[in-house]
């Protein structure tokens, strides 16, 4: 499967994203979606997860109440809706297709990533 991340840019403190991760070789309705990022000098960390069908979902303490993760199978596509974006959020984020149908909350739990797209906020 390949995975193509978009919708990343230069936004202003307070501002939002809607961030794309398309899929294609693959149908991803049977597995579970997360968004991870990595900021400059960081370790790779889980932002945002969607199970299979969309019915369950779980996020970092960090972005809560600030990001929405979403997908529409029938578009093989997941979103991740950023909102109130804080210069702490700038990093490359990843789409990662998970092994299995719940939301990969871990690195060893997917099995796929997309190219990342750089978000970078200013304050």
């Known amino acids: 499967v390949q995975l193509q991340a978009s919708g990343g840019g230069l936004v202003q403190a307070g501002g939002s994203l809607n961030l794309s991760c398309a899929a294609s070789?693959?149908?991803?309705?049977?597995?579970?979606m997360g968004w991870f990022r990595q900021g400059s000098g960081k370790e790779r960390e889980f932002v945002a997860g969607?199970?299979?069908?969309?019915?369950?979902?779980k996020y970092a303490d960090s972005v809560q109440g600030r990001f929405t993760i979403s997908r529409d199978n029938a578009k093989n596509t997941v979103y991740l809706q950023m909102n109130s974006l804080k210069p702490d959020d700038t990093a490359v984020y990843y789409c990662?297709?998970?092994?299995?149908?719940?939301?990969?909350?871990?690195?060893?739990?997917?099995?796929?990533w997309g190219q990342g797209t750089l978000v970078t906020v200013s304050s």
């Open positions: 990662g297709n998970g092994v299995g149908r719940g939301w990969p909350w871990r690195l060893s739990l997917v099995r796929d």
């Open positions: 969607i199970n299979w069908n969309g019915g369950s979902t």
């Open positions: 070789g693959r149908t991803l309705s049977n597995y579970g």
